[in-house]
């Protein structure tokens, strides 16, 4: 069979498994090929399952978001800028639908933090001295599984914009680039808005676990 009649070959999983997620989607943009997608979206869907039930907090919403965020991924994928990062675009569409839900079901709560990290080892002291502790930051050292209601209740007390960070840089580990881009925001604004509401959770700490006066 001469080269101009042979058919192409279709990538293997191991070759694919190598491709980086932007050339993951474009690959499956231009073949349509539904394995493609289901690769990529194989590669974030506990990250994303994670960062949706703590954002809004509700099982049920969650896999709402969930499933909206795929097919979103799925409608949108030609609007893709291949300039930009994969990453940060899904985060932006779950981010979006996570919104939508919560405008669907006004009465709940926006943020439920079901785990929390568990880095602290001085349990009783206060924010100030896990800020110069061992602990490598404030939130994580008050997110010790001893604080984690108190973690819940304040952070939900923050504002959306405040709470928005805070998921994305402190839990779901996104660098301030990636979180200026989901958000749509400068990254100075994703540092002033994070120093803030770590300031405002420091405050926070110090009148809950302040000692009673005698």
């Known amino acids: 069979m001469s080269s101009t009649t042979a058919s192409v070959r279709p990538a293997s999983v191991t070759e694919t498994e190598e491709l980086s997620d932007e050339a993951l989607l474009a690959a499956y943009r231009k073949t349509g090929d539904r394995s493609l997608f289901n690769q990529l ?19 049920e919403m969650a896999e709402d978001a969930f499933q909206g965020t795929f097919l979103q991924v799925h409608l949108k994928c030609q609007q893709f800028d291949s300039s930009r990062r994969f990453r940060p675009w899904l985060y932006a569409i779950a981010t979006n639908q996570a919104i939508d839900v919560q405008r669907r079901n006004k009465r709940h709560r926006m943020v439920s933090l079901d785990r929390t990290p568990n880095d602290c080892e001085q349990r009783n002291a206060s924010w100030a ?34 709470q928005q960070v805070i998921q994305l840089v402190y839990y779901q580990g996104l660098k301030y680039r990636e979180a200026a881009e989901v958000l749509g ?11 803030a509401a770590v300031q405002r959770l420091g405050v926070m700490w110090e009148e809950s676990h302040a000692a009673p006066r005698e």
């Not at 001295?129 to 602990?135: P, S």
């Open 41 to 59: 979206m194989g590669r974030y869907q506990r990250e994303i399952y994670s960062y949706l039930r703590r954002y809004i907090g509700s099982t």
């Open 129 to 162: 001295e896990k800020l110069v502790g061992g602990t490598p930051d404030p939130v994580v050292a008050a997110s010790s599984q001893e604080n984690g209601d108190w973690m819940k209740e304040s952070i939900s007390s923050l504002g959306q914009p405040m």
């Open 185 to 195: 925001i400068p990254v100075g604004t994703v540092k002033s808005r994070l120093h």
